[in-house]
């Protein structure tokens, strides 16, 4: 009996170790760039706890030459565009597929999995093309067409797990009572989809927030994006680190507020559809 | 399963099919022409002759080529492997687990949410030789590890370029393992208690097994993005030392905006969209769409 108390102690013992450890792993990076954002540039380069903290990084970044309120609006501008554009499409497609008789369906769903999965080197060289005769390069509009090309696949698959699994029976007898495809739509489906719509639209916004290779090639001065200014910030050589963290935490809060949002829904919004 | 049929259907699938197959298929379509001439912006503002395969045997015979497909190649496989090592870990560590372990669930999603740029950005800030966090407290555990500059080193910058993801990857996998966990009934492991089994003994003969579907899942999808991932390699070490960390990814992107040859470029782009193809297809058999 009093062997099987020590084997229980020592399990508890070793679990909080484990969650210490498991805690550290997560948020070390976080916290170590928040902090050393709150550093001089001497100090940026002594991993000590002990510092006078400023906010000067901060300071430097809003002015003339880095501008991060401008890059940050830019940034907040495409996103919200995307999330506009991709939530309505998506949202209508997978419905589409859920509740219809779409023929070859697996094939399509196959087909838009690949396309989400498409890396932005293969596009990013004709879309350089492209954009110069069209006048694109360094706009707005421009940024928010290549990134659907990412946030539309991938939305239509995680609402097309998502509606799948609500249940069709209240559709149907709505139906029998006489209710018309828009009907259905605006007071049923709409409302219990809620939840995933919001997902679909969080999940846009952090991809297109996060999205780099598009953003260097295709912008440059007008329509650069906050996350090309963090690489700017960064340079070539004798990088600015306690700037680069200041930077990173401005790009970093809004996705971090984002994903806590959704936080219950963004494992299965990945795999759309594996767990069920 | 009953499916409806009305010309509403249409009505709603298109737009998003017309937009979303518009601006991928115009310029993968443009991709694949370009892979057919000769290209270099070095030698002329417009595309040359037409070339047949060449640019595709350009590759095959290209050392280059074969080096960026071992380092993609090894480094998703290391980047998996330790991905769901931990998500193992972190899923068992976290069931039954009290408070502390319940906010810890909800905190599992952050790393993945930040930026692939600042993740790269601030690993190689940790690593930085003699200042960085990472350099010091490694070298004060493993002083022989001390003469190593982490980035520098060929084999060390692989595995440091893979940590940025495996610290995304590890707790997303444990969640996704997690939610798996908790399908498994309570019962089967009461049994196996009562039957004698020790913990390691439960895992290997009950856990596992059962958690294999999600690990295989888990491991495709953890493969598929490394391989499209492009972020880290220009933040850290821009293919370097040498060139032991150039994936595919980034010597498609050497070749066409710093040596600007559009052909070779487009010819590697297309290998690596049929490599993914061939990937994400396997994906959605093991989804069984």
Same mark, same amino acid.
């Not at chain 1, 550290?24 to 510092?51: C, G, M």
């Not at chain 1, 009572?177 to 916004?205: C, K, M, N, Q, Y």
């Not at chain 2, 960390?245 to 782009?269: K, M, P, V, W």
């Given at each position: 009996?009093?062997?099987?108390?020590?084997?229980?102690?020592?399990?508890?013992?070793?679990?909080?170790?484990?969650?210490?450890?498991?805690?550290?792993?997560?948020?070390?990076?976080?916290?170590?760039?928040?902090?050393?954002?709150?550093?001089?540039?001497?100090?940026?380069?002594?991993?000590?706890?002990?510092?006078?903290?400023?906010?000067?990084?901060?300071?430097?970044?809003?002015?003339?030459?880095?501008?991060?309120?401008?890059?940050?609006?830019?940034?907040?501008?495409?996103?919200?565009?995307?999330?506009?554009?991709?939530?309505?499409?998506?949202?209508?497609?997978?419905?589409?597929?859920?509740?219809?008789?779409?023929?070859?369906?697996?094939?399509?769903?196959?087909?838009?999995?690949?396309?989400?999965?498409?890396?932005?080197?293969?596009?990013?060289?004709? +879309?350089?093309? @492209?954009?110069?005769?069209?006048?694109?390069?360094?706009? /707005?509009? *421009? %940024? &928010?067409? =290549?990134?659907?090309? $990412?946030?539309?696949?991938?939305?239509?698959?995680?609402?097309?797990?998502?509606?799948?699994?609500?249940?069709?029976?209240?559709?149907?007898?709505?139906?029998?009572?006489?209710?018309?495809?828009?009907?259905?739509?605006?007071?049923?489906?709409?409302?219990?989809?809620?939840?995933?719509?919001?997902?679909?639209?969080?999940?846009?916004?952090?991809?297109?927030?996060?999205?780099?290779? +598009?953003?260097? @090639?295709?912008?440059?001065?007008?329509?650069?994006?906050? /996350?090309? *200014? %963090? &690489?700017? =910030?960064?340079?070539? $050589?004798?990088?600015?680190?306690?700037?680069?963290?200041?930077?990173?935490?401005?790009?970093?809060?809004?996705?971090?507020?984002?994903?806590?949002?959704?936080?219950?829904?963004?494992?299965?919004?990945?795999?759309?559809?594996?767990?069920? | 399963?009953?499916?409806?049929?009305?010309?509403?259907?249409?009505?709603?699938?298109?737009?998003?099919?017309?937009?979303?197959?518009?601006?991928?298929?115009?310029?993968?379509?443009?991709?694949?022409?370009?892979?057919?001439?000769?290209?270099?912006?070095?030698?002329?503002?417009?595309?040359?002759?037409?070339?047949?395969?060449?640019?595709?045997?350009?590759?095959?015979?290209?050392?280059?080529?074969?080096?960026?497909?071992?380092?993609?190649?090894?480094?998703?496989?290391?980047?998996?492997?330790?991905?769901?090592?931990?998500?193992?870990?972190?899923?068992?560590?976290?069931?039954?687990?009290?408070?502390?372990?319940?906010?810890?669930?909800?905190?599992?999603?952050?790393?993945?949410?930040?930026?692939?740029?600042?993740?790269?950005?601030?690993?190689?800030?940790?690593?930085?030789?003699?200042?960085?966090?990472?350099?010091?407290?490694?070298?004060?555990?493993?002083?022989?590890?001390?003469?190593?500059?982490?980035?520098?080193?060929?084999?060390?910058?692989?595995?440091?370029?893979?940590?940025?993801?495996?610290?995304?990857?590890?707790?997303?996998?444990?969640?996704?393992?997690?939610?798996?966990?908790?399908?498994?009934?309570?019962?089967?492991?009461?049994?196996?208690?009562?039957?004698?089994?020790?913990?390691?003994?439960?895992?290997?003969?009950?856990?596992?097994?059962?958690?294999?579907?999600?690990?295989?899942?888990?491991?495709?999808?953890?493969?598929?993005?490394?391989?499209?991932?492009?972020?880290?390699?220009?933040?850290?070490?821009?293919?370097?030392?040498?060139?032991?960390?150039?994936?595919?990814?980034?010597?498609?992107?050497?070749?066409?905006?710093?040596?600007?040859?559009?052909?070779?470029?487009?010819?590697?782009?297309?290998?690596?969209?049929?490599?993914?193809?061939?990937?994400?297809?396997?994906?959605?058999?093991?989804?069984?769409?």
């Amino acid at each position: 009996m009093k062997l099987k108390f020590e084997i229980k102690g020592t399990l508890r013992a070793s679990r909080l170790v484990n969650l210490a450890v498991i805690t550290a792993f997560v948020f070390f990076p976080i916290f170590w760039i928040t902090l050393s954002s709150f550093k001089d540039e001497r100090e940026v380069r002594n991993p000590s706890l002990i510092f006078d903290p400023q906010i000067l990084s901060y300071q430097i970044l809003f002015n003339e030459p880095y501008d991060f309120g401008r890059l940050l609006w830019n940034s907040l501008l495409v996103c919200v565009l995307v999330v506009i554009i991709t939530v309505p499409l998506a949202a209508a497609a997978a419905y589409s597929m859920s509740r219809f008789r779409i023929p070859a369906k697996r094939f399509l769903l196959v087909l838009i999995l690949g396309t989400q999965f498409l890396p932005p080197v293969v596009l990013v060289l004709p +879309y350089f093309t @492209i954009f110069r005769e069209l006048g694109l390069l360094d706009t /707005i509009f *421009g %940024l &928010v067409l =290549v990134n659907l090309t $990412r946030t539309i696949p991938f939305s239509i698959w995680l609402l097309y797990g998502f509606i799948d699994s609500l249940p069709r029976e209240i559709e149907e007898s709505a139906m029998i009572d006489g209710a018309g495809e828009f009907g259905i739509l605006r007071f049923i489906t709409g409302p219990l989809a809620a939840p995933g719509l919001v997902t679909a639209g969080i999940f846009s916004f952090i991809l297109a927030w996060n999205e780099f290779l +598009y953003a260097l @090639i295709l912008t440059s001065r007008d329509a650069k994006t906050s /996350i090309v *200014g %963090l &690489v700017a =910030v960064v340079g070539e $050589r004798d990088v600015p680190w306690e700037l680069m963290s200041a930077g990173g935490v401005l790009v970093m809060v809004p996705v971090i507020l984002l994903s806590w949002a959704i936080r219950r829904y963004f494992a299965e919004g990945l795999t759309a559809g594996a767990i069920k | 399963m009953n499916l409806r049929n009305s010309p509403v259907k249409w009505a709603l699938l298109l737009p998003g099919l017309v937009v979303m197959f518009g601006i991928t298929i115009t310029p993968i379509s443009q991709a694949v022409v370009m892979s057919f001439r000769r290209w270099k912006l070095t030698e002329s503002p417009e595309p040359a002759g037409w070339v047949g395969f060449e640019n595709y045997v350009r590759a095959i015979n290209d050392e280059n080529f074969w080096n960026s497909i071992w380092v993609t190649t090894s480094y998703s496989v290391v980047t998996a492997a330790i991905s769901l090592a931990l998500g193992l870990w972190i899923a068992v560590s976290l069931t039954h687990s009290g408070p502390w372990g319940n906010f810890l669930k909800a905190t599992l999603v952050l790393p993945f949410a930040i930026p692939l740029v600042l993740r790269g950005y601030s690993y190689r800030f940790m690593l930085l030789e003699g200042d960085g966090v990472f350099d010091v407290l490694i070298d004060a555990v493993f002083p022989f590890l001390s003469e190593v500059v982490w980035l520098s080193d060929p084999s060390w910058a692989l595995f440091w370029l893979a940590a940025p993801t495996f610290w995304a990857w590890g707790p997303l996998s444990g969640l996704m393992l997690l939610g798996a966990l908790n399908n498994i009934p309570e019962e089967i492991f009461e049994a196996a208690e009562l039957d004698g089994s020790r913990p390691f003994h439960t895992f290997r003969t009950i856990t596992f097994p059962l958690l294999r579907p999600m690990v295989l899942v888990v491991s495709l999808l953890v493969v598929l993005f490394s391989v499209a991932m492009f972020d880290l390699v220009q933040t850290m070490t821009k293919g370097g030392p040498g060139r032991a960390t150039e994936t595919l990814n980034y010597f498609i992107f050497r070749i066409g905006f710093s040596q600007f040859d559009i052909g070779y470029s487009s010819a590697l782009a297309v290998i690596l969209t049929l490599g993914l193809g061939g990937l994400a297809y396997l994906y959605t058999r093991l989804l069984k769409v």
